[in-house]
Each structure stands twice: as C-alpha cells, then as structure tokens.
C-alpha cells in the first residue's frame, strides 16, 4: 500500500494537489508563518505552538491585496478571521504528519522543485527561471525550500486518504443514474415586451426613496495619483562601462561560458528486448551475448552504415551533439569515448541493450576574447547591474522606510528623480505605471491611502522596482439626483414590468396546476408550448435557466402526472412543465470505470475533510483577543 502511494505522489494528481498547495501558501503569505516572524506577541497558539501578529498581519495584507477596497473595508474582520483560521489549519496539519512519523528530505525537496513546470523552460529545469519568479512572490531560496518542505509534509496523509479511497458498485450506479438522469419537459417563453400591461407613471417620490436607499450605487469611484522613485536594471546597466582590462579579467574568470563542449557523432545500435515488462533471466542473457558480438563486429567492420540499419537503426542520425543532448541514459557511455572509432560495452536501456561508436569526435575549444568580446561586454555589464540593483534595492527600502512621510530624502540619497502617474481607479489598470495590478493595491492601501505612509519596496518586474506614495486623493463622491433620474426611471420600470409578469407567469402555473387545459391556456394567452422532449442536465437546447429548474423539480407521481414550475429568463420569464424521467446509465465498461473513479475521488476529499477537521477538534487551540 505504502509502495502504491509513493508511486502516485510522483504522478500528475500528486502534483496538482501540491502544486496547489505551494501556490495557495505564497498567494497569502503564509511563508512568513514557516520562517517566523518579528513581532513576538502572540495570537494564537496551537498545542503549544505560537502563532504572532507578524505572521497574521502579512497573511491579511495578502489576503486583502486580492480583493476591491469596498469589500475589505465591510469585512475586515472576517478577512482577519479567515486569514487567521488558516495560520491556524497549517499549524495543525503540520504536527498531525509529524505526529504520525511522516517526514521529508533534502533529495525530495530538490528532486520536487525540479519537477515543476512553473520553473522549467524546454522542459529543463531553469534557474534563472527560478530567480525570477521568487523575485516577483519576494521569498528568498531558503523560504521557498522551507515552503516546499512543509506542503509536502502536510501533504502525505491528504494522499494517503485520496489515493487509498474506494467507491461500492451501487455508489457509482446511482452516481451514472443522477449524472446521466434525462427529463421530458416543455415549456412555455414569456417575454417582457409580451407584456400587455404596461408599468405605471413613477412619481417623484418614487425616484427620490429609490435614490436615498442606493446611494452607493451612485457613487463615483475613489482614485489616486502616485509620486514615486524607480530602480531600474537598464538604467543602472547604462551607466557601466568597464575597460579593456575589466572584461579580460571577466573573461578569464568565466573561461567555461566561452568553451565550446565536447562534442560527438555517434552511431549505435540496439538489441531490443521482447515484453519489457517481464524480462527474463534467459532473455537478458541472450540479449547480452547478441550485444558483445555485435561490439566486436561494430569495431572492425568497414561498412557500419548498412551494418546499423540491419541491426536496429542508428538513434543519432549522425548528427554532431553535446553531452546535454544526448538522452540521459547515453550519457555515462558516451562521456567515456574519447577517440575515433571507440565503441562502448553493451549498456543496459529501456529497450534493452545499446552499444555506441564514435564516428568523430570535436575537443572542446576555447574562444577567444576577441570573438566573444560583445558577449562578454553584455555578461559583464549584466551582471554588475545585478549586484548594484541588489544593493541599491536595500538602500531605496532603508531610505523610505526611514523617512516615510516624503520621497524627497529617498530620491537626492539614490540620485533618482520623483515620477508622477495619472489619476487612477484601483480596479481598473491605467496607461503609466498603474497598469500593474501591484501597484493599484498598494496605492490604496491603508498604510498608504490613509495614513500616508511611503510604501515598501515593489517589485514590479524581475528588472524594475519601485517605492510610491500618495500625490492627490480623489474621495468617492455621490452624484446628484438630476444626473441620475433617467436612470432610475429605469430601473423602476423594469423592476415594475418583471413583478406584474412574474404574476401572470405564476397564474398560469396555478391554472395549470387546478387542472385547466394547457394548450387551451396557452393560446388565450397568445403563448406556445415549446416540446423540447428527453434532454440530459448538461443539454445546450434550451436556456440554462430552464435546463437548471426543469432538473430542480420533484418527479411527476400518480396524482401529479405533470409538475409544473417558474423561471427567471434573461428576456423575461419560463413556464416549464416536467412530463417524465428517465435515470441514466452506462453500458460502456470504460466509462463506467470512469464514473468509479471520480465517485473515488470524491470519496477521498470527503474523508481528507474529516480528517482535517478530527484533527483541529483534538488540536488545543487557543486564541488571544
């Protein structure tokens, strides 16, 4: 059972649950909950465990930066609550793994973070792609390990119960019967511009109550500008400009960058092995003596092209290749030939056996600095821009952390000039700098909008950072009443108009249901019945609205062969009359399967759910007010 669970954790399940996980942790901030925080008062404790203000605080800020102002303002304290309840949950999971002997170890972190795709550019595993995105979360090396190693941890019990879950055969029977479930239905359209009788006149008290109760509908929306400093790769990387002597010197510090591999062609042959998956002793043996004759004939012979297409064909065409080029089961046996016309001991493979030769073989060769000069020039300055950002960067934060009130001693200390945006909304992204989502949050944050502090520094890209304060602050206003009448009219006549056909909707139901004729009834209403017949609940033959009730209503019984219901429609309204219903199934044994696996899974998330909250209710949890 264990084995089966290890194998799955390295499958693409395994992956998306944790992925998701690692994810969620950065998004809120959570890191700062592994590493720990500054602020030693507590908030919460969790058997024993401390949980500070520190941690909570970033975790609000994360968790408030996702949301528009209006919803944080009138749900702080849920917001504060959530963002606490999941400080709280982490704590919890991560002593029950602990508790229950799992761990976790360096090579399963390393062999993790290289497997994910967020950080692989052709499928390699990319540093600099790496840099790049902890440089936008701000996590350092050490903190994302530290996240990996905690998500991974907590993680294993989730797989244990997801993976090891089962669903009975009349489960999954009755999940195909609701799931491929078809109803018979009719029904009857009725749109607002069908309506005979029309809305009446709207008195001005009318208009003035409906705009004294939504005001808030009729609010212009808050916007700021910005002044701020920016740090900017290019910009630094401009002002560099190092000697002759400078970029030899660089030159011959980094002589690998400008060594060209080793390089090979190869030829090879393969003796494949029939059933891999069940290999014989026997069958390996005669698969190896085939391979050593064929190493000693592949040394000699003079016509090895016609030789290798009669012997399994040549997997490297040829063509001159590096050491990383080469599949990583070639490697070991092609980094030991060294001459020309060199042929490796039979190797063992995926397939089988594989020999290989060297056609020719290209040294590695050295460039010289004057073909390189350009390149080395571009990797020199790059990398001393790099340097300087990073130390800048601490400067630009002590700076404005400093002197919070202005950008005046942060921008003469870093000899940068103060740049203004345009007024903008924080929901909407700007043509300047507040075209970045980033940046709209901060600017309306409290710690900026209101008490007028200067921000942290942000990361707008991997290259560019900034520190922004408020300029000018546009407050949210009302609009007058005159502004706005024609639109309330409106609103009051549609409002007017839906309730007055709801009624007749809901008479014609009531009608129905005495018992009165439905065509009959339709056509004194100038309406049709529509027959739409069986449809399954996933159907595009009729509105999503009538699809969603015609699958809402009771089944028809003896007494009510017909059941009848009301909906709302973009257009109007929907009389729909359920006739008949027919449970699904499934004859085809795959699909079956299929069902059975997600009627599994689901299981499993349930009883992961359970667990979680078992958990929590032993956990001793203490919370300070």
């Known amino acids: 059972m264990l084995q089966t669970i290890r194998e799955h954790t390295q499958g693409w399940i395994a992956g998306t649950i944790i992925s998701v996980i690692i994810l969620t942790f950065a998004l809120w901030g959570i890191h700062s909950y592994f590493v720990g925080g500054a602020d030693s008062s507590n908030i919460a404790e969790v058997n024993g465990i401390e949980i500070n203000k520190e941690q909570l605080a970033v975790a609000y800020e994360r968790l408030r930066h996702q949301l528009p102002s209006s919803q944080v303002t009138a749900n702080e ?174 030159y011959n510090e980094n002589i690998n960058s400008y060594t060209q591999p080793m390089k090979w062609k190869l030829a090879s042959v393969e003796i494949s092995v029939a059933n891999k998956n069940a290999i014989s002793q026997d069958e390996i043996m005669q698969a190896k003596k085939t391979a050593d004759s064929l190493a000693e004939t592949m040394k000699t012979t003079d016509n090895l092209p016609k030789f290798i297409n009669d012997n399994g064909g040549n997997l490297f065409n040829g063509t001159w290749m590096t050491l990383n080029q080469v599949p990583e089961e070639f490697q070991k046996a092609v980094g030991s030939l060294t001459r020309v016309g060199q042929v490796t001991e039979p190797f063992k493979t995926a397939n089988g056996f594989s020999i290989l030769k060297a056609v020719d073989i290209q040294t590695p060769k050295i460039q010289a600095f004057e073909e390189v000069k350009d390149k080395v020039k571009e990797s020199y300055i790059h990398q001393h821009a790099e340097e300087k950002l990073a130390e800048l960067r601490e400067q630009l934060a002590d700076a404005a952390y400093e002197h919070p009130d202005s950008l005046e001693f942060t921008a003469k200390t870093l000899n940068l000039p103060i740049k203004t945006s345009e007024l903008f909304v924080k929901d909407k992204p700007g043509k300047d700098i507040s075209q970045y989502k980033k940046v709209r949050d901060i600017a309306f944050s409290n710690d900026v909008i209101n008490l007028q502090n200067n921000s942290d520094v942000i990361t707008v890209n991997p290259e560019t950072m900034i520190v922004l304060r408020v300029k000018s602050h546009v407050s949210s206003t009302l609009l007058p009443l005159a502004d706005v009448t024609k639109q309330i009219e409106e609103k009051l006549k549609t409002q007017e108009l839906d309730i007055q056909l709801a009624k007749l909707a809901n008479n014609l139901k009531a009608q129905l249901q005495a018992g009165k004729d439905p065509q009959a009834l339709a056509a004194a209403a100038k309406l049709k019945w529509n027959d739409v017949g069986m449809i399954g609940r996933y159907s595009t033959k009729v509105d999503s609205a009538i699809l969603d009730l015609a699958f809402r209503l009771p089944h028809p019984s003896n007494t009510q062969k017909i059941v009848y219901g009301v909906t709302r429609l973009p257009t109007g309204y929907a009389l729909v009359a359920l006739k008949a219903v027919k449970n699904g199934d499934v004859s085809d044994k795959k699909q079956n399967h299929i069902f059975s696996e997600q009627v599994q899974s689901s299981e499993g998330v349930l009883e992961y759910e359970l667990y979680k909250r078992d958990q929590s209710d032993k956990a001793k949890i203490k919370i300070n007010n």
């Open 77 to 250: 304290a849920v917001l504060k609550q959530k963002a606490l309840q999941a400080l709280i949950d982490i704590e919890v999971l991560k002593q029950a793994s602990t508790a229950q002997g799992y761990q976790i170890f360096d090579p399963q972190i390393d062999n993790y973070l290289q497997s994910m795709p967020e950080f692989q550019v052709d499928g390699q595993f990319s540093v600099e792609r790496f840099q790049e995105i902890l440089s936008s979360t701000l996590l350092s090396t050490s903190e994302f390990l530290d996240l990996i190693k905690t998500s991974l941890l907590i993680d294993q019990p989730k797989l244990g119960i997801v993976l090891t879950s089962f669903a009975l055969p009349n489960e999954t029977t009755y999940t195909i019967s609701l799931v491929n479930q078809e109803r018979d239905i009719q029904y009857i359209a009725i749109p607002l511009q069908n309506l005979m009788v029309q809305a009446a006149g709207l008195s001005t008290q009318k208009i003035q109550a409906y705009y004294d109760q939504h005001k808030k509908d009729f609010m212009t929306p808050e916007q700021v500008n910005i002044e701020y400093v920016e740090l900017a790769l290019k910009d630094i990387a401009e002002k560099i400009t190092p000697t002759e002597t400078m970029l030899r010197n660089f």
